[in-house]
């Protein structure tokens, strides 16, 4: 887990200093997040879940997405480049599912992790629900309510990523030092 949260602040930093050093904008660099995000924490759930049946899951889940994306860059290399939604949605959705199967199979057993996939299920979904009304608040319609109705969403998501972000960092560094300490 501090390996993840190594690797999750060395991106983020890279990707916020990407246009200052090369003047370039990281929206090709948000594939690389969400891909290492994705291969982390797949590892992650196969390792927590004591179902064989589900560690096979999660692993075939990350092999089929991974490949799919690797093979989608390789044969089309401009696409890398580009901001796509849907390769955002693949790799957030399958760690919203890998969340709440964890929560519903651990539920009778102790469960050392459950603050972690607690932090890690609030934030993937809310980033899951920032992602969907992104694409809405590019949508030009000549009615002035549709106009403040996107723009309120949009701001809304995002003040509530920002917050949950937060939080989800001051929950995993609370169990990591809870894992620490036992």
């Known amino acids: 887990m501090s390996l993840f949260l190594l690797i999750e602040v060395f991106l983020n930093f890279i990707s916020d200093k ?15 997040i969400f ?5 982390f924490l ?5 390792y927590s879940f004591e179902s064989k049946k589900w560690r096979n899951v999660v692993e075939s889940i990350l092999i089929i997405v991974v490949s799919y994306l690797l093979i989608k860059y390789l044969l089309f290399p401009d696409s890398f480049f580009v901001f796509h939604y849907q390769d955002i949605y693949i790799t957030i959705f399958p760690i919203i599912v890998y969340s709440v199967m964890y929560l519903y199979n651990e539920y009778n057993s102790q469960q050392e992790l459950y603050w972690a996939n607690f932090a890690i299920l609030t934030l993937k979904t809310i ?6 009304t992104w694409p809405l608040s590019s949508i030009q319609i000549d009615y002035d309510y549709m106009n ?9 998501a995002g003040h509530s990523y920002d917050v949950v972000y937060i939080v989800y960092s001051v929950i995993l560094l609370y ?8």
């Open 18 to 32: 990407l246009y200052p050093w090369f003047r370039i904008y990281n929206h090709f660099f948000i594939n690389i």
């Open 35 to 39: 891909l290492v995000q994705f291969g």
């Open 42 to 46: 797949s590892l992650f759930y196969s």
């Open 127 to 132: 980033l899951f629900f920032c992602y969907l």
């Open 148 to 156: 403040e109705f996107n723009d309120v969403v949009s701001d809304l």
């Open 175 to 182: 169990q990591l030092k809870k894992l620490k300490f036992q």
